[in-house]
């Protein structure tokens, strides 16, 4: 979903869902929050809403804004104060802005928080029953671990800044914020050129890319003969061509044929200043600091 810093009235909308037919002494403050995983790789947490709750969402990192359904908007009489334009990789539609006074998970709780009014169609049609979708605007704003392994969100406690060292020991990877979205630098073939940046997105089922750089792709990847994806969203859904990665490189994290999407230029697409979108599920776990602008990905706990 793109921030609305640089155009007001244009959102791009929820990380993309893709359907595969063919994903010492230091003491750490933190709070321990379980989640539930639906269908291997979409996390739902208990969120509250205006001091009401608590109500299932999912968990999206690759979306900027926050979302709930129009039940949500009505139980909490919420008041649109504009309609904004929410721009997908499958297409375009025109919804509702409005405010919460506040929203809640575990021990983190923002005031004054803005949110979109949207159905979740695709949500639905996969079996996710939630109220809404909780974005960057409320998880930017703090240090987290995304444990898969132990289905654990961890936040950090905002005093663990004053100590010297992160909780969490591993590979720093630098994280740039491109428009409200979180993206990581990697590498999609052996040579140290063709490099892409990649949005960080907890609810893609697996690895996206934009075909707006066909001839590096063309190196890096092979297509599927007769394989195509669904690829779903707020907007709709459109056809992608299944193609298979022979390398992707993160740091020392390294992904051989992996199954992948080849998304062609459109609405949604063409504009993007990233190259597509990497599901963080193919982690056991991820350390996001906000803060400093790194994750780890597979952290360490430091005693």
């Known amino acids: 979903m793109r921030k609305r810093n640089v155009r007001r009235n244009l959102i791009v909308a929820p990380g993309l869902l893709l359907i595969f037919y063919a994903l010492s002494c230091h003491i ?16 739902v947490v208990p969120v509250f809403v205006n001091g009401d709750g608590p109500f299932d969402f999912l968990l999206d990192t690759g979306t900027d804004s926050t979302l709930v359904t129009p039940e949500m908007a009505a139980r909490l ?17 025109v919804v509702p802005l409005a405010s919460l006074d506040s929203l809640t998970l575990g021990a983190k709780s923002l005031e004054h928080i803005e949110c979109l009014i949207e159905e979740l169609h695709e949500l639905r049609r996969l079996g996710v029953p939630v109220c809404g979708v909780l974005g960057q605007n409320f998880l930017s704003r703090f240090n987290y671990l995304l444990d898969y392994r ?15 060292r992160a909780p969490y020991s ?4 630098p994280v740039e914020q491109q428009q409200g979205l979180l993206t990581i630098r990697a590498r999609v073939a052996a040579t140290p050129d063709e490099s892409v940046m990649l949005v960080l997105d ?21 297509a ?16 992608a061509r299944a193609v298979r990665l ?21 609405v949604g697409v063409e504009d993007r200043t990233e190259d597509g979108l990497l599901p963080t599920s193919l982690f056991r776990s991820i350390y996001f600091n906000h803060r400093e602008n790194y994750v780890i990905l597979n952290p360490h706990s430091l005693p």
């Open 224 to 239: 599927l003969s007769g394989d195509w994806l669904k690829a779903s969203g707020s907007g709709g859904s459109r056809m």
């Open 170 to 173: 591993g590979a720093r990877h």
């Open 77 to 93: 009489r919420l008041r649109p104060t504009k309609r904004v334009s929410l721009i997908t990789v499958a297409g375009l539609q």
């Open 246 to 266: 022979r390398l992707l490189r993160i740091g020392d994290e390294r992904f051989f044929n992996l199954p992948a999407a080849l998304m062609k230029n459109g």
């Open 150 to 164: 132990d289905r654990r969100l961890v936040f950090e406690d905002e005093r663990d800044h004053l100590y010297s």
């Open 202 to 222: 907890s609810a893609a089922t697996g690895v996206v890319l934009f075909d707006k750089h066909s001839r590096e792709f063309a190196f890096a990847a092979e």
């Open 28 to 43: 750490v403050r933190a709070a321990d929050l379980p989640f539930r995983l639906v269908r291997y790789h979409l996390i």
